[in-house]
C-alpha cells in the first residue's frame, strides 16, 4: 500500500490550499485521516473520514478544514480555508487499510507534504 501526498507548499495567511491523498496497491480503505506534525511536538489529527463519510475533525481547523474522500479513486482531500501561521506542519495522510483480502488491517502512512503559512 503505497499514500502519496500532494498539494502542499507556501501560503499567505488568509489563503487557503488544498491537500489531495492518493492510495495505491489496496484491497479495502476504511477511515483515512490527515495529520500534521511540527518538530518538537506529537502527530496530531487534523481531520478523518470514514468510509461511510462522517468526518471528524480537531478543534484548531473545525470551520476551516473541509476532508472529503473519493471511494472509488481510492482519494482523499482536505480543502484548508483561512489558514494561519499556526497551521504551518508537515502533513500526512493516514489510511486503515488492508493490502489484500488475506491481510489485516492496518495503519498505512504517506510521505508528508509541508504547508508553510507566512504571517
Known amino acids: 500500500v503505497q499514500l502519496v501526498e500532494s498539494g502542499g507548499g507556501l501560503v499567505q495567511a488568509g489563503g487557503s490550499l488544498r491537500l489531495s491523498c492518493a492510495a495505491s496497491?489496496?484491497?479495502?480503505?476504511?477511515?483515512m485521516g490527515w495529520y500534521r506534525q511540527t518538530p518538537g511536538k506529537e502527530r496530531e489529527l487534523v481531520a478523518s473520514?470514514?468510509?461511510?463519510?462522517?468526518?471528524n475533525y480537531g478543534d484548531s481547523v473545525k470551520g476551516r478544514f473541509t476532508m472529503s474522500r473519493d471511494n472509488g479513486k481510492n482519494t482523499a482531500s482536505l480543502q484548508m480555508n483561512s489558514l494561519k501561521p499556526e497551521d504551518t506542519a508537515v502533513y500526512y495522510c493516514n489510511a486503515d487499510a488492508r493490502e489484500s483480502l488475506m491481510w489485516h488491517e492496518r495503519a498505512y502512512w504517506g510521505q508528508g507534504t509541508q504547508v508553510t503559512v507566512s504571517s
Open positions: 473520514i470514514t468510509s461511510d463519510g462522517v468526518t
Open positions: 496497491g489496496v484491497f479495502s480503505i476504511n477511515a
